[in-house]
């Protein structure tokens, strides 16, 4: 089993920037890439970033592209997402996941470990 539990989330004025941290404990020689997701109310998850856990590989979804930036400490075991220039259409909560084998996704059906989430809040 992975555990994964997110935080950093708030409420910030749009422009602003917000760090969200996920920890990854448990079975942690069994994932291979960790991805954020977010889901705004009435509408589907949505692809934010992931990174690859050994190398680094990054990706990022278009709405987060030139904004948000996917790191990792593997001696804390943990993923952050820095988040800058937000605006109000960002605000969702915000969900890390853990996906075992080798490829990398953006489809969130591909993880098989999801933290609880975080809300993320952005006022105009």
């Known amino acids: 089993q992975v555990q994964l539990v997110e935080s950093g989330g708030g409420l910030v004025q749009a422009g602003g920037s917000l760090r969200l941290s996920c920890v990854v404990s448990?079975?942690?020689?069994?994932?291979?890439?960790i991805g954020w997701f977010r889901q705004a109310p009435g509408k589907e998850r949505e692809f934010v970033a992931l990174?690859?856990?050994?190398?680094?590989?990054?990706s990022y979804g278009d709405s987060a592209k030139g904004r948000f930036t996917i790191s990792r400490d593997n001696a804390k075991n943990i993923v952050d997402l820095q988040m800058h220039s937000l605006k109000p259409e960002d605000t969702a909560v915000y969900y890390c996941?853990?996906?075992?084998?080798?490829?990398?996704?953006?489809?969130?059906?591909?993880?098989?470990?999801w933290g609880q989430g975080t809300q993320v809040t952005v006022s105009s």
């Open positions: 990174i690859r856990w050994s190398g680094g590989t990054t």
């Open positions: 448990g079975r942690t020689n069994s994932w291979y890439v």
């Open positions: 996941a853990a996906k075992t084998g080798l490829g990398l996704s953006a489809r969130d059906y591909d993880y098989n470990y």
